[in-house]
C-alpha cells in the first residue's frame, strides 16, 4: 500500500538552509527517537496554517478513523492515511500548505491498533528538502518501509539523485507500540 503524497521533490543544499539539510540523519547510524507511551507531537506554535492557500483545503480530506482525528486534534492538517497488517495506520499531517498544496511542513504519524506508536522522522519535513518522505509501504505485519528524497547540489528542484530507504519495525514493550528505525540504505535513484 501507498500513501499519497503530492509532488514532494528536492531543494538542492545550494539554495537550500540548514532546516532543508533534515535529512542528515539517515546518513548514520539509526538512531531512536521514539519510545513506548510517546505522545502525539502537538503543531508546533511556530508554524503558521494560515498560509494554507483556500483553494487547497478543497483537496484535505475529510477525518474520519480515530487515527486521524487524534492527528487533527493535535493541531495538523491531515492529508492522507494508510492502514497495513496488524491495525498498523500512517497519517500525514502537515503545519501548512504551500501555494501547490504541497504539505510544508509535515511529519508522518505511525498508529498501531490506535494506539500512537512514533514518527517515521526525528523532526519535521518540508516539501522540496532534503530528507522529506515520498513513499511509503507496509512491508509486513510489524514492519514499514519509508523512502526518504536525498539531495545534492547539483540535483534539479524535480530530482533527487538519491533515495534512503528506511525500515522500521514495531515492537511492543510494556504494552505500547514503539516504532524503531532498523536500517537504512541510500542508494543513487
Known amino acids: 500500500m501507498r ?5 514532494l521533490v528536492c531543494r538542492p543544499p545550494a539554495l537550500a538552509s540548514a532546516e532543508d539539510r533534515a535529512g542528515a540523519w539517515l546518513d548514520s547510524a539509526p538512531i531512536q527517537w521514539n519510545e513506548p507511551g510517546i505522545s502525539l507531537p502537538k503543531l508546533p506554535q511556530d508554524v503558521n ?3 494554507t492557500p483556500d483553494y487547497c483545503k478543497a483537496y484535505e480530506p475529510s477525518v474520519s478513523s480515530q487515527e486521524e482525528r487524534a492527528v487533527a486534534d493535535a493541531g495538523w492538517i491531515v492529508i492522507a492515511s494508510s492502514q497495513g497488517g496488524n491495525r498498523m495506520t500512517v497519517v500525514v499531517g ?5 501555494g501547490m498544496c504541497r504539505p510544508d511542513p509535515y511529519q508522518n504519524f505511525v498508529f498501531v491498533r490506535g494506539k500512537f506508536a512514533g514518527t517515521l522522522s526525528p523532526g519535521l519535513m518540508r516539501a522540496r528538502a532534503d530528507g522529506g518522505v515520498n513513499k511509503v509501504e507496509f512491508a509486513g505485519p510489524r514492519r514499514i518501509m519509508a523512502y526518504f528524497s536525498r539531495c545534492t547540489g547539483t540535483n534539479p528542484l524535480c ?13 511492543e514493550r510494556s504494552g505500547k507500540p514503539d516504532l524503531v528505525l532498523v536500517r537504512v540504505q541510500t542508494r543513487p535513484t
Open 94 to 98: 502537515a503545519g501548512s500548505e504551500d
Open 3 to 7: 500513501l499519497p503524497v503530492r509532488h
Open 49 to 51: 496554517r494560515n498560509i
Open 159 to 171: 530530482c533527487p539523485s538519491r533515495v534512503s530507504d528506511a525500515t522500521y519495525e514495531i515492537r
